[in-house]
Nanobody, 127 residues
Framework: VQLQASGGGSVQAGASLRLSCATS????????MGWFRQAPGKEREFVAT????????YYGDSVKGRFTISRDDPNNTVYLQMNSLKPEDAAVYYC?????????????????????WGQGTQVTVSS
């Protein structure tokens, strides 16, 4: 599967952005999908994950209440709606996919939980 993230940009604090992650090669129904971000000089940070059916979602503490992950399976796309953006949200955002597993999501916030990664999309937030 190939993952293509898009939707990044440069905004002011308080604004909103919606990131998209489109899958190709295999339908997105086969994957739990996640978003991570990485700022310069920092480790990759968990942002959000949505399960294969969409019934479960997980969020990093720093984005709870502001970001929403959703999936549009017919269009093979996963979204990250980001509201009330802060300067500390600035980073390169990556989407990731986890193959179906009967064990479910064991550690959704861990980088090594995921099997496939896309290229990043840059988000810049000015104060």
């Amino acid at each position: 599967v190939q993952l293509q993230a898009s939707g990044g940009g440069s905004v002011q604090a308080g604004a909103s952005l919606r990131l998209s992650c489109a899958t190709s090669g295999r339908t997105v129904r086969n994957y739990a999908m996640g978003w991570f971000r990485q700022a310069p000089g920092k480790e990759r940070e968990f942002v959000a994950t949505i399960s294969w059916t969409g019934s479960l979602t997980y969020y990093g503490d720093s984005v709870k209440g502001r970001f929403t992950i959703s999936r549009d399976d017919p269009n093979n796309t996963v979204y990250l709606q980001m509201n009330s953006l802060k300067p500390e949200d600035a980073a390169v955002y990556y989407c990731a996919a986890k193959d179906w597993s009967r064990r479910g999501l064991q550690n959704p916030s861990e980088v090594n939980e995921y099997d496939h990664w896309g290229q990043g999309t840059q988000v810049t937030v000015s104060s």
